[in-house]
């Protein structure tokens, strides 16, 4: 078959099982499987050979079976990086942007950050590429999604400014050397609403990175009420929809100041940022 042949059958076939992204997902499979740049996807003069075609099939049955595209690559772009990705990471969501756009521009001259729940490390890695004054904290739970984003840190060069620690937040804060930043895109669906989220997210993505407990604001209270910032550093977190007034709530409740609610380009609350009293 030639490149427009299978991606003409990836398509129909990606519509018929209600994929949504049908010709987006195609091109991604078929640039990844077969080492194509996206002027090459389009020529669609490459001739695949009767393995590639087997390989290209069974991409195609993982992803109407609803395994993520991103997860079948292996890699996802996020502002102006690529960071690896696996089962045991979440999917960097373009809402997360918002995240490290506020927080890059409330940064100031402070100069040691923790993402706390980092994942693949998008907001953690993404403010350490940014800013080159900036030693970045990575602490995750999940050994497996620690290694994922300290192999991106490396593919950017940022392994000296950038380091990683294993730890579960709900049992204490680390003993490192106390951060003037806290950010965190923590785990926030209520654990009655995980069985509702779409198949992507509920079979695929981990588990313990989206149940926030009961009521979604499980590490919201832990890391409001035990960070270890100095007087005005800065905690940033990004939020679910329904979580624009619990989470500044909380922050009001231990004494936050300049507490600011932002909202993504759907109109829903996504970020929250207040400074230490």
Request: proline share 6%.
């Amino acid at each position: 078959m030639t490149l427009a042949e299978i991606r003409k059958y990836l398509i129909r076939l990606f519509q018929e099982h209600h994929i949504e992204s049908p010709e987006t997902d195609s091109g991604l499979l078929l640039m990844h499987r077969l080492n194509l740049s996206k002027t090459q996807l389009l020529l669609g003069t490459y001739i695949l050979t009767e393995e590639e075609e087997s390989d290209m099939l069974a991409l195609a049955n993982r992803r109407i079976q609803g395994e993520p595209v991103r997860y079948l690559t292996g890699v996802c772009p996020f502002m102006d990086l690529d960071f690896y990705v696996n089962p045991s990471t979440l999917i960097p969501r373009p809402d997360t942007e918002l995240l490290v756009e506020a927080v890059s521009h409330r940064l100031g001259d402070r100069t040691i950050l923790w993402d706390i729940g980092c994942g693949s490390g998008c907001v953690g890695i993404t403010l350490a590429h940014l800013h080159p004054s900036l030693s970045v904290a990575e602490l995750d739970i999940s050994f497996e999604a620690l290694d994922t984003a300290r192999q991106t840190a490396q593919r950017y060069g940022l392994s000296n400014r950038v380091s990683f620690l294993q730890h579960d937040i709900l049992k204490g804060m680390p003993a490192l050397t106390p951060p003037q930043v806290i950010v965190s895109n923590p785990p926030y669906i209520p654990t009655k609403d995980i069985e509702t989220l779409q198949t992507e997210v509920r079979f695929f993505e981990p588990r313990r990175a989206l149940d926030g407990g009961a009521d979604g604001l499980l590490f919201y209270r832990q890391i409001i009420k035990h960070a270890p910032l100095s007087s005005h550093g800065l905690l940033a977190f990004e939020i679910g929809f329904d979580q624009g007034e619990s989470v500044p709530a909380l922050m009001r409740e231990h004494g936050y100041l300049d507490i600011e609610l932002l909202h993504d380009l759907s109109g829903n609350p996504r970020v929250v940022l207040g400074y230490h009293k």
